[in-house]
């Protein structure tokens, strides 16, 4: 059974870190580029971050550039998504999401964690 299981969402203040990680079971992990998204109420789901199976290759959302930093550790079948500099703006829940190496799209997300920032 396929499953990605966020965590490490919550409250923070302005200006503050979070770093977020999903960790991946039922398929082969390291096979599988990785992605970030957000939705915050009222908005469509928007790109966040990408991995690809090996780290080679990483690419963050041009508005979120230099401030979250996309990992991934394929012996621990997880993916990080570190945030800095939090604004209000960044409240959403995240969700991760795998696609496979010849995948056009992404197969399987996880339920998502919420995260709120304060001003």
């Known amino acids: 059974q396929v499953q990605l299981v966020e965590s490490g969402g919550g409250l923070v203040q302005g200006g503050g870190s979070l770093r977020l990680s999903c960790v991946a079971s039922?398929?082969?992990?390291?096979?599988?580029?990785m992605g970030w998204f957000r939705q915050a109420p009222g908005k469509d789901r928007e790109f966040v971050a990408f991995i690809s199976w090996s780290s080679g290759s990483t690419g963050v959302a041009d508005s979120l550039e230099g401030r979250f930093t996309i990992s991934r550790d394929n012996a621990k079948n997880t993916v990080y998504l570190q945030m800095n500099s939090l604004k209000p703006e960044d409240t959403a829940v995240y969700y991760c999401a795998a696609r496979g190496r010849t995948s056009a799209s992404y197969e399987y997300w996880g339920q998502g964690t919420q995260v709120t920032v304060s001003s």
């Open positions: 039922g398929f082969t992990f390291s096979s599988y580029a």
